[in-house]
């Protein structure tokens, strides 16, 4: 308990009350009314106060939110925070998007949480400095959060964390995030797992009035310098619970019934695809929010098979974070470390012309320039960006990963990195599949109006050969210029074979690239017990 030392009133900003000392006292409580204020102050060697602090990270949401219950449980003091970390925000698969889009997910949370007299305080400091500054300040009970499944970036900001609040006597309340089980040793047991917690209740986040106020810290996240943060651009998916559940419920009555006929399709796919990736991503919606509401909607019967091929999906996005949970070195290493070895001809050029959308190749390139704008493509265009860069243009997959998770909004660490190598084909454990990337655009925007509307130069010309552009002849084109119509492609159009495929499939009879291969199995893959 704290003992009141002098109580004040100040008008208009003069104190009356000459006889405090600034040093020795500090101000505890504060009400005030227009120009009127009043409160008390104590004695700064007394107790400190004790408060919990709930951290979020991909968590941005009110609803379903299992640290801010319990914060809500402990009936004490609680604050809110989120941390932009220097040394996480700006590391190499960050960009300004992914700032934007959790900025204004924390609006929408303070906009819901005002009623309550709460808010999200923003931090612009790296965790140790935030920690160490408010456990200086505060008697901190308990840190409470949900765990990370993130890089080793983060992993070793945990660590120092860990050993911060240990020194101090406050406890880390870690919980388990969308049932990715930390210290996992193989995979028994786990669908059944995932499943009793797709189905377990929703937790119901009620908010009591908070009355304490809370010292401004000189870490609060400056909005005036930060105007790039303050806009959102249009093109990109709003941020915040609100528009997760628009999302969800158009998906649901509408959407999402030619889900599996569209899902390869560029174009469609941003129309009969869920769209929530961006929402799971950054913690808009939970996995358990978004399972239920689509089983128990009278739509489910209607559309069972599209319905139940997106839950599905649901299930492989806690798959491959559980991976990356295990080892975050996937984010760096070959999950299968046999195909370090494998060497690429890894070109300067090649890579700039596949990251800016400029390859001479029409999907890749309308793949790209889609990315850039608005930071979401479909599956199987993500999976042919990758095949190219790797298979075709024969670029070692660490050239690339950081440039998509930059592009892409809804940027999860955990699929990101297994679905890249995936698609690269260096886990030694799934199929190497090659996008052909003519076969593709033929197959997948047939009459080329995701090539058009994302490469104007191609906008005229017949959705027969929009695919392939270079087969135009003078006479085709009555008199005009081939190379004026459209980039000359930067490698052969001759993808009949892909001398990158032949090397991975011949890297599988290594010895060491077996041996790693029953390791990765060990791991990650459901054994089937023998009879
Ligand atoms: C190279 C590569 C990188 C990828 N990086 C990411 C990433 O950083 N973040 C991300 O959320 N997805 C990633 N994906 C997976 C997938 O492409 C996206 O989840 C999907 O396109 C998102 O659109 P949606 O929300 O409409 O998905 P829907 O088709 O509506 O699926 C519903 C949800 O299931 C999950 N999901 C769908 N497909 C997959 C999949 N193949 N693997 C794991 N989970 C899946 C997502 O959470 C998605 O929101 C990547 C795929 C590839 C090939």
Redesign the pocket.
């Known amino acids: 308990m704290r003992q009141i030392s002098k109580i004040y009133f100040t008008f208009k900003g003069e104190t009356f009350n000459n006889l405090i000392n600034q040093k020795n006292f500090k101000l505890f409580s504060r009400v005030t009314q227009k120009n009127l204020s009043f409160g008390y102050l104590c004695n700064n060697k007394k107790m400190k106060d004790s408060i919990n602090i709930v951290w979020l990270k991909r968590d941005l949401r009110t609803t379903d939110h299992l640290p801010l219950y319990e914060a809500e449980n402990k009936q004490q003091n609680y604050i809110i925070i989120y941390l932009f970390e220097p040394n996480q925000i700006n590391y190499d698969d960050y960009s300004l998007r992914h700032k934007q889009f959790i900025y204004h997910s924390i609006i929408e949370m303070n906009k819901l949480l005002k009623k309550y007299n709460r808010e999200v305080m923003i931090f612009n400091e790296s965790a140790d400095v935030v920690f160490d500054y408010l456990t200086s300040k505060y008697d901190v009970t308990n840190v409470i959060s949900y765990q990370e499944s993130g890089t080793k970036n983060s992993w070793l900001r945990d660590k120092k964390i860990k050993l911060l609040l240990k020194k101090n006597k406050t406890k880390w309340l870690e919980f388990e995030k969308q049932a990715v089980i930390r210290g996992s040793k193989d995979r028994n047991g786990w669908d059944k797992y995932w499943y009793s917690y797709a189905n377990s209740e929703i937790i119901n986040n009620n908010y009591s009035i908070n009355d304490y106020l809370y010292e401004k810290t000189p870490f609060d996240f400056s909005i005036k310098k930060n105007k790039e943060l303050e806009k959102y651009p249009s093109q990109f998916q709003p941020a915040g619970e609100k528009y997760a559940l628009k999302y969800l419920d158009s ?1 649901i009555s509408s959407r ?1 019934k030619n ?1 599996n006929i569209h ?1 390869s399709q560029p174009e469609k ?1 941003r129309y009969s ?9 950054w913690g808009n919606i939970s ?1 358990k929010q ?1 399972y239920q509401k689509v089983k128990n909607s009278s739509n489910y019967k209607l559309n069972k098979r599209a319905f139940n ?3 599905a ?5 806690s ?3 559980q991976k990356f949970e295990v080892d975050c070195s996937y984010e760096y290493t070959c999950i299968n470390r046999g195909y370090e070895k494998m060497e690429f001809k890894n070109n300067d050029y090649l890579l700039e012309s596949w990251k800016s959308g400029n390859t001479g190749f029409p999907l890749v390139d309308a793949s790209m320039k889609c990315l850039i704008n608005n930071g ?5 265009m ?2 042919m ?2 095949s190219f860069l790797c298979h075709y243009l024969n670029q070692d997959w660490k050239r690339g ?1 950081y440039h ?2 930059q592009l ?1 909004l ?11 190598q ?2 690269a084909g260096v886990t030694g454990i799934n199929s190497i599949r090659v996008y052909n990337p003519i076969k593709q655009s033929k197959e997948n925007d047939t009459n080329g109006v995701f090539i058009k509307k994302w490469i104007p130069e191609l906008s005229k010309i017949n959705h027969k050969i929009v695919h392939e552009p270079w087969i135009l002849t003078d006479i085709d084109l009555n008199g005009n210029v081939i190379p004026h119509i459209y980039k000359k492609p930067i490698i052969s159009t001759d993808f009949k074979n892909s001398s990158v495929r032949k090397k991975l499939w011949s890297l599988r009879k290594d010895s060491f690239v077996k041996e790693e291969s029953i390791r990765i199995l060990n791991i990650h893959v459901r054994r089937k017990t023998s009879k």
């Open positions: 998906f999402g889900y899902i796919s695809c869920g769209r929530l990736s961006t929402y799971l991503s996995v978004v091929s997106f839950l999906r649901l299930k492989w996005r798959h491959f974070i979401w493509l479909n599956f199987r993500r999976a960006l990758v990963v998509l998770a892409f809804d940027y999860e660490p955990g699929i990101h990195y297994t679905q890249f995936m698609q």
